[in-house]
């Protein structure tokens, strides 16, 4: 069985860690009229793309297996990495397959990728989703759902395929799977993190994003039975939740670094693929319904502003949850919002008198030798406390 | 000798008005904010592009521009002392530089060098930049003030404009609409007076008059020589516009400046002495070495004709505001969508506004002055300069520095490239034969 299990994870290491996107060429040369739409960070409601039989490829950034050749000529200095790698494989060639770039507005520097790829890519369709910043106006669910209305016309114009109540029903069942697969892998790293370290879990997760969903359920719901099967014997690990993974991926070195040290039992990776934290409803209006999802059964990030979440409540909630004993806060360098939002964090913290370590990090560093001394000085320190 | 033709032009009867009452506007409007604490007088806190300042006029709820501040304590030269003390509570040197100020001011005893900084009562931020967002979390924490967030959907992408027939901008006005009837019922929760739609629709008239005369003003330019300079006298008139945006006193100004502008306008006088190259500033002014900045191309005999800035901060005031005072809710939503809006979203799809004032203006070329602290303005930037050299010919110097942070500020290097590209743009012109 662990053999089964290496492969699989072998074939989520390759979709998310190769730049030359194995898994849509892949599903390409089995639709050759198919259509790809690519989405920035963090959240877009993807079922709408598959409903009109796109593959929807979420945008994750690269570590230093992408070399940033071209992108810097077309963007400031003082931007984060992620913007530079997926704007470099643009550049590139790589992402020709794309018909339609989508990106929200998230940060500041985000809405001008949406500048640039429109004055690079001319004969690309490349929107801008405006999710909501009023999350907790009463009007915020009917202006989302006609938000969610233009976008799904230009991808059925794209597509030349109507979305159809069924066929979108279909999409969200398909899309609710995974998400009750990946809140299993959760609750499972919540409840016993040693049957499975923090890169497996990041690796089977964030696959999703970059292959067709149902291969994605189908390579997650068979490794999630062998995960459970396994009889591994907890060590003496601390127990910390690790926040700042919402948009630029930390490299997987850095997260192998930090589960060599403490279990990681929760935290906000690729925040978007889990953004909504319970089944979509089917019955009814199905657009509606996934609207209704975004800002009333969804998770949280220091990209949206909406008052009933506020942040460090729900960070506290979520190490609360996961009873952990500490927290990693961290922030991709040159990230405005995630910067800003660790003061806050780390005086929530300090306030709760909760053991925590704040840190920067980039998709690109390739010298772990800090991180391994900061976590494990961290550790150290709070398994003297403890004891 | 020869006798000299020596025209003698009178002397300008309006020259300095519009900088002697812009002295005096800001002067009182510190005073009021001062005299907030001691009155128990609530202030809002809101921002330049998208300030709502017609619904908070309304209510007599004075403003501070928190932006504004930060950009005089650098003018003042006391910018690193606030912005230190935000990172000595944590805050990176990697994030805005206003927030931080901001927050040093909060943090220091609110001792600004123009007034005392007042506290918030309520904050009225918008998506027009993500940085307010978390600026105004940051109050929302310190001061447990209520914050409304104006969400205004901006242009979509390729190929988009707002067409007023179509389903997105009956959604967009829609939600517009009813986040400003929110806004109405806090605003008159806060200041404890009711609302009162013929003061609403007053100030709306006043802001049609000031953004009629603002666009007036910004004409001006199309002379040569350029009356006035877009970076240095532009930020007062764009000041003015934000802070009495919709008041009298806003109006005033505003025809005291355009009759200032027309009278040199009259006698062919320009903002500098012997004009030679006329530019559009895109990004904004580093505040901590303004003189030193602008003299780096005076020096030069250019003129900034042109900036960005007085597009975007001034929430729509150039695009000619024409609110409908029959419905004055529903056409404020309507206008600005169909104003403050396109003058942010602009800045991410700049190259067709850039290419086209660069026409209009009769302009040499553009420099584009990306700030770190502001990624809104800036992060775009050397790919819109690479698109319209490449595509309209029209050449652009990039160069980087700051808002209020005077650690990245490099003199020498910023001078090499500002000379090298006028010597570029002298080249042109003798390879053109002008």
Same mark, same amino acid.
């Given at each position: 069985m662990e053999q089964e299990y290496s492969r699989i994870l072998e074939e989520c290491r390759t979709t998310v860690e190769d730049p030359e996107y194995p898994a849509v060429h892949k599903w390409l040369s089995e639709n050759p009229n198919g259509k790809v739409l690519g989405h920035f960070q963090v959240y877009f409601p993807e079922e709408i793309a598959h409903a009109a039989g796109m593959l929807p490829l979420k945008m994750m950034g690269f570590d230093?297996?992408?070399?940033?050749?071209?992108?810097d000529a077309h963007i400031a200095a003082f931007v984060c990495s992620i913007l530079r790698t997926t704007l470099e494989q643009g550049l590139s060639g790589r992402l020709d397959f794309l018909s339609m770039y989508v990106t929200t507005p998230i940060c500041d520097a985000a809405r001008h990728i949406s500048g640039v790829w429109t004055r690079r890519f001319p004969d690309m369709s490349c929107q801008i989703l405006y999710l909501p910043q009023n999350a907790s106006s009463p009007h915020a669910a009917g202006y989302l759902l006609g938000e969610y209305r233009r976008i799904a016309g230009i991808i059925e114009e794209i597509t030349g395929t109507s979305i159809t109540d069924e066929s979108l029903r279909a999409s969200i069942e398909l899309f609710n799977e995974n998400r009750r697969l990946l809140r299993e892998l959760y609750r499972i790293r919540r409840e016993t993190p040693w049957q499975v370290g923090l890169t497996d879990s990041y690796l089977l997760m964030a696959a999703g994003g970059a292959m067709p969903r149902e291969r994605h359920n189908e390579l997650l719901g068979r490794a999630l039975e062998i995960i459970r099967s396994r009889d591994h014997r907890p060590q003496d690990k601390l127990r910390v939740v690790f926040e700042g993974g919402y948009c630029e991926q930390p490299p997987i070195e850095m997260l192998s670094v930090l589960q060599d040290v403490a279990y990681v039992v929760d935290d906000d990776l690729m925040i978007g693929l889990r953004w909504l934290t319970e089944d979509v409803a089917t019955s009814g209006d199905p657009m509606q319904n996934l609207a209704s999802a975004y800002l009333e059964a969804s998770s949280y990030s220091v990209v949206q502003r909406d008052p009933r979440k506020p942040k460090e409540a729900m960070l506290l909630a979520r190490i609360k949850a996961s009873r952990a004993e500490a927290a990693i806060v961290a922030a991709p360098k040159m990230c405005e919002p995630g910067l800003e939002e660790q003061v806050a964090y780390d005086a929530a913290l300090v306030e709760a008198g909760f053991p925590h370590l704040i840190m920067e990090f980039e998709e690109k560093t390739a010298n772990f030798e800090q991180a391994r001394m900061e976590f494990e000085t961290f550790a150290e320190s709070l398994l003297f406390e403890f004891a | 000798m020869e006798p000299h033709n020596i025209a003698i032009r009178p002397a300008l009867s309006q020259a300095g008005n519009s900088r002697e009452a812009s002295r005096s506007l800001i002067s009182k409007w510190w005073e009021r904010l001062g005299d907030a604490d001691a009155t128990a007088t609530p202030v809002a806190n809101t921002f330049v592009m998208g300030s709502l300042a017609e619904v908070l006029n309304t209510f007599d709820i004075p403003m501070m521009f928190p932006e504004i501040a930060a950009l005089q304590t650098a003018i003042k030269g006391k910018s690193m002392d606030y912005l230190l003390a935000a990172e000595d509570i944590g805050y990176s040197p990697d994030i805005c530089g206003y927030v931080k100020v901001d927050i040093g001011l909060h943090n220091t005893g609110r001792e600004h060098p123009l007034g005392k900084y007042p506290k918030p009562s309520l904050v009225v931020s918008s998506n027009m930049c993500n940085t307010y967002i978390k600026w105004s979390e940051v109050w929302e924490r310190q001061y447990g003030c209520p914050v409304f967030v104006l969400d205004l959907p901006g242009w979509r992408g390729t190929?988009?404009?707002?067409?007023? #027939? #179509?389903d997105t901008f009956k959604n967009d006005v829609a939600y517009v609409e009813s986040q400003i009837r929110d806004l109405i019922d806090l605003a008159a929760e806060v200041s404890g007076r009711p609302f009162d739609i013929d003061k609403l629709r007053e100030i709306l008239g006043r802001v049609n008059r000031m953004s009629e005369l603002y666009g007036a003003i910004l004409a001006t330019n199309k002379h040569r020589p350029a009356p006035f300079n877009a970076l240095t006298e532009g930020i007062n008139y764009m000041g003015i516009a934000n802070i009495l945006r919709g008041q009298p006193e806003g109006v005033e100004f505003m025809e005291t400046a355009l009759a200032e502008l027309e009278e040199r306008v009259a006698y062919g006088v320009g903002a500098i002495p012997d004009e030679r190259f006329r530019l559009l500033l895109v990004g904004t002014a580093c505040y901590t070495n303004f003189r030193e900045f602008v003299g780096m191309f005076e020096r030069w005999k250019g003129v900034f004709a042109a900036s960005e800035y007085m597009s975007y901060a001034g929430g729509g005031i150039d695009r000619g505001i024409r609110y409908d005072l029959s419905r004055p809710i529903e056409s404020l939503a309507e206008q600005i969508l169909i104003t403050a809006q396109p003058s942010m979203s602009g800045i991410f799809y700049s190259h067709d506004w850039q290419a086209r004032v660069v026409e209009e203006y009769g302009l040499d070329g553009i420099c584009f002055h990306g700030v770190k602290s502001c990624r809104t303005t800036s992060a775009g930037l050397p790919d819109s300069r690479d698109w319209l050299l490449n595509n309209a010919s029209i050449p652009g110097l990039f160069i980087q520095s700051d808002l209020v942070d005077k650690r990245l500020w490099s003199e020498a290097q910023m001078r090499n490239r500002i000379d090298a590209f006028f010597e570029s743009l002298e080249s042109r012109r003798v390879q053109a034969g002008v």
């Open positions: 230093s297996s992408v070399q940033v050749r071209k992108a | 190929g988009f404009r707002y067409d007023m #027939s #179509s």
